[in-house]
């Protein structure tokens, strides 16, 4: 007679038949931990995109409010600048026009005080005047 041969058990075999005896509650547990984790990486990914949807947002709002800023800037600007130089120009044209009516007014004055007898009137002189200022009113108007 043979003899049997005597059978080796490993720690591992014994901890293996454990788990297949009970299977279905391992395969329950891996379901539900399965779930879980499909529900927490979903939750993850929506809360991912809702921070980075709201961070580009924020961001856009504060580049266009940098840019706003700059264009308003730039605008006042130019507007400041044209409106100097037309200043400038509005100068020039009241500096003219103070240099005829203050040339006119030395002529009068000078017939004045020379005692010129020139038959100009009242009314003529006033006509001079208003010529005057019409001419300045009209360099103003056309503009």
């Known amino acids: 007679m043979t003899m049997p041969k005597p059978q080796i058990i490993s720690p591992y075999s014994t901890i293996f038949s454990k788990i297949l005896r009970h299977r279905n509650y391992l395969a329950l547990c891996l379901i539900v931990a399965t779930f879980f984790i499909v529900i927490y990486s979903y939750q993850s990914i929506k809360d991912t995109i809702d921070f980075t949807v709201n961070s580009s947002t924020e961001a856009a709002s504060d580049f266009a409010d940098v840019m706003r800023e ?33 040339t006119l007014a030395e002529v009068l004055s000078g017939m004045v005080v020379a005692e010129v007898v020139v038959d100009v009137g009242r009314d003529a002189v006033n006509s001079m005047l208003r010529r005057l200022l019409s001419r300045m009113l009209m360099r103003y108007t056309k503009r």
Do not use: D, F, H, P
Not at 81 to 101: D, F, H, I, R, S
């Open 70 to 102: 700059k264009a308003l800037q730039a605008t006042m600007e130019r507007i400041s600048t044209n409106a100097t130089a037309k200043a400038y120009q509005v100068g020039t044209e009241l500096e003219k026009a103070v240099a005829a009516a203050t």
